[in-house]
């Protein structure tokens, strides 16, 4: 677990070509993956670090395909010396009803019923782990990206923490029982706060958090904002030194704005923010794609996030995003 944390400066990705993660593994083209990450190198030489959304449903449809798949991405992505995380399962919803898939309550939630899949997660973990256990190339495995994925934690979304949190430690003991070495993680989003990162403390090697600055035009940038938002990572760091545990930014970088100078300024003081606490960074997401939050108006519906995507559609790097390089 010598891993420097601090020096990451990743992207998260997703297949340009898919609506969803189940479509982008059922679907996937080594050739596509090799172009995007190439486009990713050119623009952004200092990038050493991809996180990768696994798709479990894709599993289970072809599990000698999905593995093969993982293989190949691993590969280029090795060649393009690039360190991965790898994110098993997924659990953020978008608000909007584009959805990217994943998780839903009903998987994990009643033992009884005919839709709890634990030991069919489980079998997925197991076999994935058995291969890629210790793998060097694999610096983190991330359990789940943003479990409980409400920011109103009202009585009745209270009631689903502790069911929530007993099927993110089968996962991470699913994951111990092939991998004794790698880091364990698991994505806590931005609503969270320090109590979302306490519940899975315990399972984590390393604390995976995603420090938004969300400017909207109801969530103006201010200096009061811009405080609150520095004050707020402080916190983070705080909290991991008083557990003595690393942080890693999985996911971070708002757009929410109406011109891609407006989402420039919002990355260069999230940026700063974040190497002024000396936090490793994977902002999201590298690439244009059609999966949610990562595509203009013309290729399906964009909600208040906007389009998240440094690299454009065409393969150009969108205006005034090579500020990435300079942090």
């Known amino acids: 677990m010598g891993q420097d944390y601090s020096a990451i400066r990743g992207f998260n990705y997703q297949l340009s070509t898919g609506t969803t993660s189940l479509e982008n593994w059922l679907y996937y083209s080594a050739d596509r993956f090799e172009l995007e990450v190439r ?8 990038w050493n670090t991809i996180r990768l959304w696994l798709s479990w449903d894709a599993y289970f449809r072809k599990p000698q395909a999905f593995k093969d798949n993982l293989a190949s991405m691993l590969a280029i992505a090795d060649r393009f010396g690039l360190k991965v995380v790898v994110c098993l399962f997924n659990r953020w919803h978008d608000v909007t009803g584009y959805d990217n898939g994943g998780v839903y309550l009903d998987n994990f939630l009643f033992p009884q019923e005919w839709a709890y899949y634990v030991p069919l997660y489980e079998e997925f973990v197991a076999d994935i782990v058995q291969v890629h256990g ?7 495995w991330d359990l789940c990206n943003e479990p409980w994925p409400y920011n109103d934690f009202n009585e009745a979304i209270k009631a689903v923490v502790a069911p929530e949190l007993d099927w993110l430690t089968r996962m991470h ?3 111990r029982s092939k991998d004794t070495a790698t880091p364990i993680g698991v994505s806590v989003h931005n609503y969270l ?10 399972l984590s090697d390393v604390l995976l958090i995603h420090p938004y600055y969300m400017v909207t ?19 983070y760091v ?14 971070t970088c708002w757009h929410g704005q109406e011109t891609d100078a407006q989402r420039v300024e919002n990355l260069r003081f999230t940026l700063q923010t974040l190497t002024k606490y000396k936090l490793g960074f994977i902002p999201h997401a590298l690439h244009y794609s059609l999966c949610a939050d990562l595509h203009d108006i013309e290729d399906g519906f964009v909600g208040e996030c906007g389009n998240l995507a440094f690299i454009r559609k065409d393969g150009t790097l969108r205006p005034g995003h090579g500020a990435y390089n300079d942090y």
Do not use: H
């Open 39 to 46: 486009r990713g190198k050119q623009f952004f030489p200092g």
């Open 134 to 140: 210790d793998d060097p190339r694999i610096i983190v």
């Open 173 to 175: 003991a699913a994951v």
């Open 193 to 202: 706060g320090l109590d979302g990162l306490s519940w899975v403390e315990p």
């Open 217 to 235: 035009p109801v969530k103006p940038d201010t200096p009061e904002r811009r405080a609150e938002y520095d004050a707020f990572v402080a916190s």
């Open 238 to 251: 705080a909290y991991g030194r008083k557990v003595g545990k690393p942080l890693l930014v999985t996911e």
